[in-house]
């Protein structure tokens, strides 16, 4: 099944079981039904099932979302309490449309809770309370942590022969018919010997061609390039690699805080998804991976780039991408938006350090290449989404595996067989529907909704227009408030906020007369002697002139005489 094909059946309202090989094009289809359903005025619930593919879709998790947080089990009592609760039943009662990624990490036991959930809050005993459930994954990628235990309103929990470990092993998935959508064309790879290699493992045929190609790949700790990033199995390799390499740079370190906003427990879990740190620290010849798309810009999530410079005024990290091309990297915003308002926001540069990632951070990512390192691996799946990651066998480099680096999962590949003959008939059935019955399903499915016929122009009823961080400082300066002020209103440091306040000058929001409220009386009049040793100095670096007076003006105070040269 193709794209287009897929995005038709998501149009009439089915609930959809959307997969395919990684790099098949399941978010860019997913984004494109999203487009669709904000031009009808309709707003979907996008979730997903870790903090780190919440981040990639700009949704929040499904655990967040229903209410459950980190919550294994649900007895009737604390179903009511959750499907009472305020926030959940103004999340859960409006929304016609949920769409769940990263379904293969999602344990059969917390898509159970969600369903009771829904159905609780709507009062509708369908499945998942009556609405449009679009789950999306691939099950040969990285499996559940599954734990043992028994809902209240588990079905057949107790006379189970074995326990469950996947999403589609719940009576829950055959209860809300889903329609298997396999998208079965090929984006990511364009090398026809990795294709074929990453069809073999995950058909389970991986044969003496298949270790033959591994071993040409495979290089010794004293070859490893250095401009590649490496992906290890586990947290401690990675956290290890990147602080050494940091440290072996003989360069100023510049530290970032992440800043936030919002209720304290959503902010948690996405700090945890995201792949910017919450600190991050960076030097000249740092090895760093962008963390968000800004095609305007000219990078993507998993772009790689060499740190060449911090901007001599704003601080801000001056990046060489692998073409040449220069990237000043302003901070950028993760949020979380309920009804078109943002419920929780980080703002963080987007980088991390790139010698060094984990398997499961570098989930829905692509790279130009990567060294791998399979000699750990612990779980079906691992070495497949590693291999996967990279766009063509020459940028593989083969550190080591062991003995499970390419298996899959015996009983996924069986599944699997499965979901493809579904989607086969699936394409059979809807290939034959008359293209006005189509469109009836999918105008009907649009009125059921509460949408509109005509297609939306620009924003969505309700939801206001999103405005960058930096405006968001500019109105708070433009109604008088100081930098503790706009801090305390924005929740965020007062770094941050003068950060933003550099840039804001040098956009030429802010006039630079305009400063002259927020610095002291004692300090406006050093304000020309600091300046005058910038001057002498010839530089506007910050270090220089604090160590030509001892210390005697914070940097803070420096930074405000600085931006107020003429």
């Not at 066998?393 to 003959?421: C, H, M, T, W």
């Not at 040793?533 to 914070?554: A, C, H, I, N, Q």
Request: hydrophobic share 40%.
């Amino acid at each position: 099944m193709n794209q287009t094909q897929a995005l038709n059946i998501l149009k009439t309202g089915a609930n959809v079981f959307l997969t395919g090989e990684p790099g098949s094009g399941k978010t860019y289809t997913i984004n494109q039904y999203v487009e669709y359903l904000h031009s009808h005025g309709i707003e979907p619930a996008i979730t997903a099932s870790t903090g780190i593919a919440a981040t990639h879709i700009g949704g929040m998790t499904i655990h967040s979302w229903s209410g459950i947080g980190i919550k294994n089990s649900l007895n009737k009592a604390e179903l009511h309490a959750i499907s009472t609760n305020n926030y959940v039943v103004k999340r859960v009662g409006p929304a016609k449309v949920l769409i769940i990624d990263e379904i293969s990490m999602l344990n059969p036991h917390t898509l159970e809770m969600i369903d009771a959930i829904c159905r609780q809050v709507k009062k509708n005993n369908q499945s998942f309370g009556g609405m449009q459930v679009v789950l999306v994954g691939d099950f040969f990628q990285l499996p559940p942590v599954n734990k043992r235990v028994v809902n209240d309103f588990s079905q057949d929990e107790m006379f189970r022969e074995k326990p469950v470990r996947f999403a589609y092993e719940t009576p829950i998935w055959a209860e809300a018919e889903f329609v298997t959508c396999y998208l079965t064309e090929q984006y990511r790879q364009d090398d026809k010997e990795l294709v074929e290699l990453l069809g073999k493992i995950r058909s389970n045929s991986f044969d003496s061609i298949s270790l033959s190609l591994i071993q040409n790949r495979q290089l010794t700790q004293s070859q490893i390039p250095s401009f590649a990033p490496k992906l290890f199995s586990h947290n401690v390799d990675v956290d290890t690699v990147n602080d050494k390499m940091l440290a072996q740079i003989p360069k100023e370190v510049q530290f970032y805080p992440m800043s936030s906003r919002g209720h304290e427990a959503l902010v948690a879990v996405m700090k945890k998804g995201c792949l910017s740190p919450e600190s991050l620290y960076l030097k000249v010849g740092a090895s760093v991976m962008f963390t968000k798309n800004n095609q305007k810009e000219g990078y993507v999530n998993g772009t790689l780039g060499l740190v060449e410079a911090f901007d001599e005024l704003s601080e801000l990290p001056i990046v060489k991408l692998r073409n040449g091309r220069k990237v000043t990297v302003s901070p950028a915003e993760w949020t979380v938006e309920e009804d078109g308002k943002v419920k929780g926001r980080l703002v963080q540069i987007p980088l991390r350090l790139a010698w060094a990632i984990t398997v499961h951070k570098s989930q829905g990512i692509s790279l130009d290449e990567a060294v791998i390192d399979l000699s750990r691996v612990f779980e079906f799946g691992q070495g497949y989404v590693a291999i996967s990651r990279v766009k063509r066998l020459s940028g593989i480099y083969i550190l080591g595996y062991n003995e499970k680096a390419f298996q899959v999962d015996p009983e996924v590949l069986l599944q699997d067989n499965q979901f493809r003959s579904d989607s086969a008939d699936t394409t059979r059935i809807f290939l034959n529907f008359p293209p006005e019955k189509f469109k009836k399903l999918q105008e009907d499915f649009i009125v059921v909704c509460g949408g509109t016929l005509n297609e939306v122009k620009g924003k969505i009823k309700g939801k206001k227009d999103k405005i960058s961080t930096y405006d968001e400082t500019l109105a708070l300066w433009q109604e008088g408030k100081n930098i503790a002020q706009i801090a305390k209103t924005r929740a965020i440091s007062e770094k941050t906020v003068f950060d933003h306040i550099e840039t804001l000058v040098g956009d030429k929001k802010i006039k630079k007369n305009d400063l002259v409220r927020i610095v002291s009386a004692d300090l406006l009049r050093h304000i020309p002697i600091i300046q005058d040793v910038f001057k002498k100095l010839k530089t506007d670096k910050l270090t220089p002139v604090f160590e030509r007076f001892g210390g005697r003006y914070s940097y803070d105070d420096l930074k405000i005489a600085r931006l107020m040269m003429k």
